[in-house]
Protein backbone atom coordinates (compact mmCIF):
# COMPACT_ATOMS: atom_id res chain seq x y z
CA UNK A 1 0.00 0.00 0.00
CA UNK A 2 3.03 2.30 0.67
CA UNK A 3 4.62 1.45 -2.34
CA UNK A 4 1.24 2.45 -4.28
CA UNK A 5 0.46 5.53 -2.30
CA UNK A 6 4.12 6.92 -3.67
CA UNK A 7 3.38 5.77 -7.21
CA UNK A 8 0.25 7.67 -7.20
CA UNK A 9 2.05 10.67 -5.98
CA UNK A 10 4.22 10.28 -8.62
CA UNK A 11 1.77 10.01 -11.56
CA UNK A 12 -0.12 12.85 -10.25
CA UNK A 13 3.12 15.13 -10.29
CA UNK A 14 4.04 13.90 -14.02
CA UNK A 15 0.24 14.33 -14.97
CA UNK A 16 0.47 18.06 -13.29
CA UNK A 17 4.11 18.78 -15.15
CA UNK A 18 2.41 17.63 -18.28
CA UNK A 19 -0.68 19.95 -17.94
CA UNK A 20 1.56 23.05 -16.66
CA UNK A 21 3.38 22.06 -19.67
CA UNK A 22 0.29 22.70 -22.12
CA UNK A 23 -0.59 26.38 -21.04
CA UNK A 24 1.50 29.17 -21.27
CA UNK A 25 1.08 32.74 -19.55
CA UNK A 26 2.06 35.80 -22.52
CA UNK A 27 2.08 39.05 -20.27
CA UNK A 28 1.31 42.36 -20.86
CA UNK A 29 3.30 44.02 -23.80
CA UNK A 30 4.65 40.79 -24.81
CA UNK A 31 3.97 38.28 -27.58
CA UNK A 32 4.60 34.13 -27.65
CA UNK A 33 6.34 32.70 -30.72
CA UNK A 34 5.09 29.26 -31.77
CA UNK A 35 8.00 26.63 -32.19
CA UNK A 36 6.66 23.26 -33.69
CA UNK A 37 9.46 20.64 -33.35
CA UNK A 38 11.61 23.71 -33.81
CA UNK A 39 9.48 25.06 -36.61
CA UNK A 40 8.56 28.64 -36.57
CA UNK A 41 4.53 28.95 -37.14
CA UNK A 42 2.95 31.82 -38.34
CA UNK A 43 0.98 31.85 -35.11
CA UNK A 44 1.42 34.36 -32.86
CA UNK A 45 0.46 34.21 -29.16
CA UNK A 46 -1.43 37.48 -27.41
CA UNK A 47 -1.27 38.86 -24.03
CA UNK A 48 -3.39 36.05 -22.06
CA UNK A 49 -2.78 32.40 -21.04
CA UNK A 50 -2.91 29.35 -24.45
CA UNK A 51 -2.42 26.34 -24.63
CA UNK A 52 -0.11 24.45 -26.48
CA UNK A 53 1.11 20.11 -27.19
CA UNK A 54 3.16 19.06 -24.68
CA UNK A 55 6.78 18.02 -26.32
CA UNK A 56 6.39 19.00 -29.58
CA UNK A 57 5.68 22.91 -29.03
CA UNK A 58 7.28 25.37 -27.66
CA UNK A 59 6.86 29.38 -27.08
CA UNK A 60 8.91 31.74 -26.89
CA UNK A 61 8.16 34.98 -25.49
CA UNK A 62 9.67 38.46 -26.82
CA UNK A 63 8.92 42.03 -25.38
CA UNK A 64 7.42 44.12 -27.48
CA UNK A 65 7.15 47.57 -25.69
CA UNK A 66 9.55 50.52 -26.30
CA UNK A 67 13.20 49.56 -25.07
CA UNK A 68 16.42 51.92 -24.50
CA UNK A 69 19.50 51.26 -26.01
CA UNK A 70 22.81 53.67 -25.39
CA UNK A 71 25.46 53.12 -27.83
CA UNK A 72 28.80 54.76 -27.62
CA UNK A 73 30.34 55.34 -31.35
CA UNK A 74 33.61 56.20 -32.01
CA UNK A 75 33.57 58.33 -35.47
CA UNK A 76 35.15 60.88 -37.81
CA UNK A 77 33.98 64.22 -39.13
CA UNK A 78 33.87 65.60 -42.67
CA UNK A 79 37.40 67.43 -41.53
CA UNK A 80 39.05 64.29 -39.92
CA UNK A 81 37.83 65.23 -36.70
CA UNK A 82 37.87 62.24 -33.74
CA UNK A 83 33.63 62.28 -32.50
CA UNK A 84 33.19 60.07 -29.55
CA UNK A 85 29.04 60.18 -29.98
CA UNK A 86 26.69 58.66 -27.12
CA UNK A 87 23.07 58.03 -29.07
CA UNK A 88 20.29 56.85 -26.98
CA UNK A 89 17.78 55.04 -29.10
CA UNK A 90 14.24 53.75 -28.08
CA UNK A 91 12.54 51.36 -30.12
CA UNK A 92 9.59 48.29 -30.60
CA UNK A 93 9.27 45.12 -32.70
CA UNK A 94 6.40 45.14 -34.83
CA UNK A 95 4.00 42.90 -33.17
CA UNK A 96 2.64 41.30 -35.66
CA UNK A 97 6.18 40.44 -37.46
CA UNK A 98 7.63 39.29 -34.11
CA UNK A 99 7.81 35.29 -35.41
CA UNK A 100 9.93 36.87 -38.38
CA UNK A 101 12.38 38.77 -36.37
CA UNK A 102 12.52 35.33 -34.28
CA UNK A 103 13.23 33.43 -37.39
CA UNK A 104 15.55 35.76 -39.47
CA UNK A 105 17.73 36.83 -36.23
CA UNK A 106 16.98 35.28 -32.93
CA UNK A 107 16.43 36.51 -29.53
CA UNK A 108 20.08 38.07 -29.45
CA UNK A 109 19.09 40.77 -32.35
CA UNK A 110 20.04 44.03 -30.18
CA UNK A 111 23.95 42.87 -30.48
CA UNK A 112 23.66 41.23 -34.02
CA UNK A 113 21.60 44.09 -35.75
CA UNK A 114 20.73 47.32 -33.47
CA UNK A 115 24.12 48.35 -32.20
CA UNK A 116 25.68 47.61 -35.09
CA UNK A 117 23.07 49.73 -37.27
CA UNK A 118 23.75 52.49 -35.15
CA UNK A 119 27.37 52.60 -35.42
CA UNK A 120 27.51 52.32 -39.01
CA UNK A 121 24.36 55.20 -39.51
CA UNK A 122 26.39 57.56 -37.13
CA UNK A 123 30.10 57.07 -38.90
CA UNK A 124 27.78 57.93 -42.02
CA UNK A 125 25.94 60.78 -40.82
CA UNK A 126 28.71 63.00 -39.31
CA UNK A 127 31.39 62.51 -42.05
CA UNK A 128 29.10 64.52 -43.80
CA UNK A 129 29.40 67.38 -41.31
CA UNK A 130 32.68 69.14 -39.82
CA UNK A 131 33.16 69.26 -36.48
CA UNK A 132 31.94 72.73 -36.18
CA UNK A 133 28.84 72.07 -37.95
CA UNK A 134 28.31 68.94 -35.47
CA UNK A 135 27.86 71.24 -32.90
CA UNK A 136 25.93 73.98 -34.46
CA UNK A 137 23.61 71.95 -36.80
CA UNK A 138 22.87 69.20 -33.91
CA UNK A 139 19.24 68.79 -34.59
CA UNK A 140 19.84 67.83 -38.47
CA UNK A 141 22.79 65.73 -37.51
CA UNK A 142 20.47 63.59 -35.39
CA UNK A 143 17.44 63.61 -38.20
CA UNK A 144 20.20 62.44 -40.85
CA UNK A 145 21.45 59.60 -38.18
CA UNK A 146 17.28 58.78 -37.59
CA UNK A 147 16.58 58.52 -41.48
CA UNK A 148 20.00 56.02 -41.79
CA UNK A 149 18.43 54.22 -38.83
CA UNK A 150 15.41 53.74 -39.75
CA UNK A 151 16.36 52.64 -43.27
CA UNK A 152 18.74 49.90 -41.85
CA UNK A 153 15.76 48.84 -38.70
CA UNK A 154 12.63 48.99 -40.09
CA UNK A 155 13.81 45.65 -42.13
CA UNK A 156 14.27 43.77 -39.65
CA UNK A 157 10.66 44.63 -38.03
CA UNK A 158 11.62 46.92 -35.49
CA UNK A 159 9.99 50.38 -35.18
CA UNK A 160 12.11 53.89 -34.28
CA UNK A 161 10.18 55.82 -31.24
CA UNK A 162 13.09 58.41 -30.71
CA UNK A 163 16.49 59.07 -31.00
CA UNK A 164 18.92 61.48 -29.03
CA UNK A 165 22.45 62.54 -29.19
CA UNK A 166 23.32 62.04 -25.25
CA UNK A 167 26.68 63.88 -26.10
CA UNK A 168 29.79 64.72 -28.73
CA UNK A 169 32.97 64.47 -27.48
CA UNK A 170 36.05 65.89 -29.21
CA UNK A 171 40.15 65.60 -29.19
CA UNK A 172 41.86 67.23 -26.18
CA UNK A 173 43.37 69.19 -29.20
CA UNK A 174 40.70 70.04 -31.00
CA UNK A 175 38.44 71.15 -27.77
CA UNK A 176 41.92 73.65 -27.18
CA UNK A 177 42.30 75.21 -30.77
CA UNK A 178 37.80 76.01 -30.17
CA UNK A 179 38.48 77.41 -26.86
CA UNK A 180 41.55 79.56 -28.19
CA UNK A 181 39.88 80.77 -31.54
CA UNK A 182 36.54 82.02 -28.77
CA UNK A 183 39.34 83.64 -26.89
CA UNK A 184 40.95 85.08 -30.33
CA UNK A 185 37.16 86.15 -31.16
CA UNK A 186 36.73 87.63 -28.09
CA UNK A 187 39.86 89.90 -27.93
CA UNK A 188 39.33 90.78 -31.36
CA UNK A 189 35.41 92.30 -30.41
CA UNK A 190 36.56 94.10 -27.31
CA UNK A 191 39.70 95.72 -29.50
CA UNK A 192 36.67 96.66 -32.34
CA UNK A 193 34.46 97.86 -30.07
CA UNK A 194 37.68 99.71 -27.88
CA UNK A 195 38.62 101.37 -31.21
CA UNK A 196 34.99 102.14 -31.86
CA UNK A 197 34.29 103.79 -28.67
CA UNK A 198 37.72 105.71 -28.74
CA UNK A 199 36.58 106.91 -32.96
CA UNK A 200 33.20 108.11 -31.37
CA UNK A 201 34.84 110.27 -28.17
CA UNK A 202 37.50 111.70 -30.64
CA UNK A 203 34.44 112.67 -33.33
CA UNK A 204 32.57 114.77 -30.13
CA UNK A 205 35.53 116.12 -28.86
CA UNK A 206 35.74 117.75 -32.34
CA UNK A 207 32.38 118.29 -32.43
CA UNK A 208 32.38 119.91 -29.23
CA UNK A 209 35.99 122.21 -30.25
CA UNK A 210 33.96 123.57 -33.01
CA UNK A 211 31.27 124.65 -31.34
CA UNK A 212 33.13 126.52 -29.07
CA UNK A 213 35.20 128.36 -31.57
CA UNK A 214 32.32 129.03 -33.68
CA UNK A 215 30.71 130.94 -30.56
CA UNK A 216 33.82 132.52 -29.91
CA UNK A 217 33.66 133.61 -33.20
CA UNK A 218 30.35 134.84 -32.99
CA UNK A 219 31.01 136.59 -29.92
CA UNK A 220 34.18 138.59 -31.56
CA UNK A 221 31.78 139.57 -34.35
CA UNK A 222 29.30 141.04 -32.00
CA UNK A 223 31.92 142.84 -29.93
CA UNK A 224 33.72 144.32 -32.88
CA UNK A 225 30.50 145.63 -33.70
CA UNK A 226 28.89 146.78 -30.80
CA UNK A 227 31.01 149.12 -28.18
CA UNK A 228 27.88 149.27 -26.13
CA UNK A 229 28.09 145.56 -25.92
CA UNK A 230 31.78 146.03 -25.16
CA UNK A 231 31.53 148.16 -21.97
CA UNK A 232 28.52 146.22 -20.98
CA UNK A 233 30.90 142.99 -20.61
CA UNK A 234 33.38 145.68 -18.86
CA UNK A 235 30.84 146.76 -16.28
CA UNK A 236 30.02 143.00 -15.43
CA UNK A 237 33.71 142.77 -14.49
CA UNK A 238 33.92 146.25 -12.72
CA UNK A 239 34.68 145.93 -9.07
CA UNK A 240 32.89 149.64 -8.45
CA UNK A 241 36.73 150.98 -7.37
CA UNK A 242 37.29 154.26 -9.10
CA UNK A 243 40.80 155.12 -10.00
CA UNK A 244 43.39 156.98 -8.10
CA UNK A 245 44.07 159.76 -10.80
CA UNK A 246 41.49 160.63 -13.52
CA UNK A 247 42.23 162.80 -16.50
CA UNK A 248 39.60 164.97 -18.20
CA UNK A 249 36.27 163.15 -18.65
CA UNK A 250 37.66 159.59 -17.57
CA UNK A 251 35.01 158.30 -15.22
CA UNK A 252 34.29 154.45 -16.22
CA UNK A 253 31.51 153.59 -18.30
CA UNK A 254 30.49 157.28 -18.25
CA UNK A 255 29.18 157.08 -21.87
CA UNK A 256 27.51 153.94 -21.09
CA UNK A 257 25.77 155.37 -17.98
CA UNK A 258 24.46 158.67 -20.09
CA UNK A 259 22.80 156.67 -22.73
Do not use: C
Not at 24 to 51: M, N, Y
Not at 123 to 128: D, L
Not at 182 to 193: C, E, G, P, R, T
Not at 223 to 230: H, Y
Amino acid sequence: MKKLGIAVILIGIAVLIVLWQTFVIIGAGERGVVLTWGAVSDKILDEGIHFMVPVAQRVEILDVKTKKDEVEVLSYSKDIQSVSAVIALNYHIVPEMVNKLWQEIGATYESKIIDPAVQESVKAATAQFTAQELIEKRHEVKEDIKMKLKERLEEIYIVIDDLSIVNFDFSDAYELAVEEKQVAQQKSLKAKNDLERIKIEAEQAIAQAKAQAESIKIQAEALKFNTDLIQLKAVEKWNGVLPAYMMGNSVPFLNLAIK
